[in-house]
């Protein structure tokens, strides 16, 4: 009986439109040239990000030169800031007005020039010494809100791409696909320009410090940003709603973060976020100073990154066969062994089946909250019909939550590192701070995983019941 409602509801909301020249029912599928342009609009993205992940500590302490304490806050304020303005973004999203280009795309064209312009100079090094501080932290807080701009708004368009559960999970697998080639990409460019100066610093053969990537080592992941418009420009076109009860912003935050289903994956993906996070922050420095791996380690970031692309599509069918919940536990299990043979093993071989190994869990950990996520949002509207239009506030609180944590772990295993007498620019460093590198590698992300997933065994939405809501979800949303 709710069948001409969807119908008059996806000629209103279908976000490929432009490519359709005939009706559209509710079983088609969306077209690959869809799914690749919504995917491909996030890969710039991630270019930045993985950049500033592997390499971004590293790079204040032994470029810019400041402390160690001075680093730990300028990672953990503007991860810290930046995990509060996703809901701040995601507020002012659902009080946008709509446009011809929809509700989320002038957010994502606008914050683009600007994003480039602050990426570009947290690679600076400025010409004074005294303010370096001040500089890093600003710019840094200047470029996690400009990314907060255009991730929410991109994160939640995949509610919108389609009324078929498969169809939503297929996209966010090509999404996360895009992503982590972007990944790729970041991590190769800097990857090799840290690599490069290794070779020109006046070190011992092992316990090498990281050299200098020169001012402009950011340029050339920069200029890739600007290209995920002019795909969003072709792929993205959400269209208004007719009219529909709302309840107010506050009322509804409320409801969101008293929807079990929400709470148990965000809090389960919060601990599992930060120990990826851990390794990956911390793993150039654990190569250079703690493994003798610093001719090999920018070729064992690719390794994991390739290795993550390869196994997207494996984790996307395991999905489909098993199911999301058993895909995230047999995923994301199998980093734990790996981390910890590499801590106490660290030589070339073992480095390169870890990463090939850790590569199949960094590729769960991208795919799977993302495609959990739109079933809980399903879940949450059929529990609430008349909640309408804040599909924002999962999107940008998941993200504030998991980035907040982000932010301390960075910021409290960076302080670690200077209680434990880390020396800014020397070649060598002392066994405490060897030794609290093995332990953010190896036992900090174990213990996080851990609790993620002891958590996850709590979450309640199965295949079968998402497919339900999925359906429900468009008879109630467009209820005149």
Same mark, same amino acid.
Request: hydrophobic share 50%; glycine share 6%; aromatic share 14%.
């Given at each position: 009986?709710?069948?001409?409602?969807?119908?008059?509801?996806?000629?209103?909301?279908?976000? =490929?439109?432009?490519?359709?020249?005939?009706?559209?029912?509710?079983?088609?599928?969306?077209?690959?040239?869809?799914?690749?342009? =919504?995917?491909?609009?996030?890969?710039?993205?991630?270019?930045?990000?993985?950049?500033?992940?592997?390499?971004?500590?590293?790079?204040?302490?032994?470029?810019?030169?400041?402390?160690?304490?001075? #680093?730990?806050?300028?990672?953990?304020?503007?991860?810290?800031?930046?995990?509060?303005?996703?809901?701040?973004?995601?507020?002012?999203?659902?009080?946008?007005?709509?446009?011809?280009?929809?509700?989320?795309?002038?957010?994502?064209?606008?914050?683009?020039?600007?994003?480039?312009?602050?990426?570009?100079?947290?690679?600076?090094?400025?010409?004074?010494?005294?303010?370096?501080?001040?500089?890093?932290?600003?710019?840094?807080?200047?470029?996690?809100?400009?990314?907060?701009?255009?991730?929410?708004?991109?994160?939640?368009?995949?509610?919108?791409?389609?009324?078929?559960?498969?169809?939503?999970?297929?996209?966010?697998?090509?999404?996360?696909?895009?992503?982590?080639?972007?990944?790729?990409?970041?991590?190769?460019?800097?990857?090799?320009?840290?690599? @490069?100066?290794?070779?020109?610093?006046?070190?011992?053969?092992?316990?090498?410090?990281?050299?200098?990537?020169?001012?402009?080592?950011?340029?050339?992941?920069?200029?890739?940003?600007?290209?995920?418009?002019?795909?969003?420009?072709?792929?993205?076109?959400?269209?208004?709603?007719?009219?529909?009860?709302?309840?107010?912003?506050?009322?509804?935050?409320?409801?969101?973060?008293?929807?079990?289903?929400?709470?148990?994956?965000?809090?389960?993906?919060?601990?599992?976020?930060?120990?990826?996070?851990?390794?990956?922050?911390?793993?150039?420095?654990?190569?250079?100073?703690?493994?003798?791996?610093?001719?090999?380690?920018?070729?064992?970031?690719?390794?994991?990154?390739?290795? #993550?692309?390869? @196994?997207? $599509?494996?984790?996307?069918?395991?999905?489909?066969?098993?199911?999301?919940?058993?895909?995230?536990?047999?995923?994301?299990?199998?980093?734990?062994? =790996?981390?910890?043979?590499?801590?106490?093993?660290?030589?070339?071989?073992?480095?390169?089946?870890?990463?090939?190994?850790?590569?199949?869990?960094?590729?769960?950990?991208?795919?799977?909250?993302?495609?959990?996520?739109?079933?809980?949002?399903?879940?949450?509207?059929?529990?609430? $019909?008349?909640?309408?239009?804040?599909?924002?506030?999962?999107?940008?609180?998941?993200?504030? =939550?998991?980035?907040?944590?982000?932010?301390?772990?960075?910021?409290?295993?960076?302080?670690?590192?200077?209680?434990?007498?880390?020396?800014?620019?020397?070649?060598?460093?002392?066994?405490?701070?060897?030794?609290?590198?093995?332990?953010?590698?190896?036992?900090?992300?174990?213990?996080?995983?851990?609790?993620?997933?002891?958590?996850?065994?709590?979450?309640?939405?199965?295949?079968?019941?998402?497919?339900?809501?999925?359906?429900?979800?468009?008879?109630?949303?467009?209820?005149?």
């Amino acid at each position: 009986s709710f069948l001409p409602k969807i119908d008059r509801a996806k000629g209103l909301l279908w976000p =490929f439109h432009s490519w359709q020249s005939q009706h559209t029912d509710l079983s088609q599928k969306l077209s690959l040239c869809s799914k690749l342009c =919504f995917a491909i609009g996030g890969a710039p993205k991630e270019v930045a990000a993985s950049a500033t992940a592997f390499f971004l500590q590293i790079y204040l302490l032994d470029v810019a030169q400041i402390n160690a304490f001075q #680093a730990s806050m300028v990672l953990f304020i503007g991860k810290a800031w930046g995990a509060v303005t996703d809901p701040i973004v995601g507020f002012f999203i659902t009080k946008s007005r709509w446009t011809k280009i929809g509700r989320l795309m002038p957010w994502m064209v606008g914050c683009t020039p600007f994003l480039v312009v602050s990426y570009f100079y947290l690679w600076f090094v400025p010409p004074f010494s005294g303010g370096r501080f001040i500089w890093y932290l600003g710019f840094y807080c200047l470029y996690q809100t400009l990314i907060t701009c255009f991730h929410v708004p991109y994160s939640a368009l995949t509610m919108f791409l389609s009324t078929d559960q498969k169809e939503r999970d297929s996209a966010t697998a090509y999404r996360m696909t895009m992503e982590v080639l972007g990944t790729l990409v970041g991590a190769a460019i800097q990857g090799q320009i840290v690599a @490069s100066a290794h070779t020109l610093k006046h070190c011992p053969t092992h316990n090498m410090s990281a050299g200098y990537p020169g001012n402009s080592s950011g340029t050339e992941v920069v200029k890739s940003l600007v290209r995920s418009q002019d795909y969003l420009s072709h792929a993205v076109s959400v269209k208004e709603p007719g009219a529909a009860r709302c309840i107010p912003f506050h009322q509804a935050f409320i409801l969101v973060m008293r929807h079990g289903p929400y709470l148990t994956l965000t809090a389960a993906f919060l601990f599992i976020t930060v120990a990826i996070q851990l390794v990956q922050s911390n793993f150039v420095l654990f190569c250079t100073y703690a493994a003798d791996l610093r001719d090999h380690f920018q070729n064992i970031v690719l390794t994991i990154l390739v290795s #993550a692309v390869i @196994s997207i $599509p494996l984790w996307q069918w395991f999905l489909q066969r098993f199911g999301k919940k058993t895909a995230a536990f047999c995923g994301i299990t199998w980093i734990m062994p =790996f981390t910890l043979m590499l801590v106490f093993i660290p030589n070339v071989v073992v480095a390169y089946v870890v990463a090939v190994s850790s590569g199949l869990s960094v590729a769960a950990s991208l795919l799977l909250p993302w495609s959990m996520l739109p079933d809980v949002v399903d879940d949450f509207r059929l529990a609430n $019909p008349y909640c309408k239009g804040h599909e924002a506030i999962f999107y940008s609180f998941y993200v504030f =939550f998991t980035k907040f944590a982000a932010g301390i772990s960075l910021g409290v295993s960076t302080l670690c590192l200077e209680f434990a007498g880390y020396d800014t620019g020397a070649c060598k460093q002392p066994a405490p701070v060897v030794y609290t590198l093995k332990l953010l590698i190896g036992a900090a992300p174990v213990a996080f995983i851990v609790t993620g997933l002891m958590i996850l065994l709590l979450y309640p939405i199965t295949t079968d019941s998402s497919k339900a809501a999925g359906r429900l979800f468009f008879s109630v949303y467009y209820t005149d």
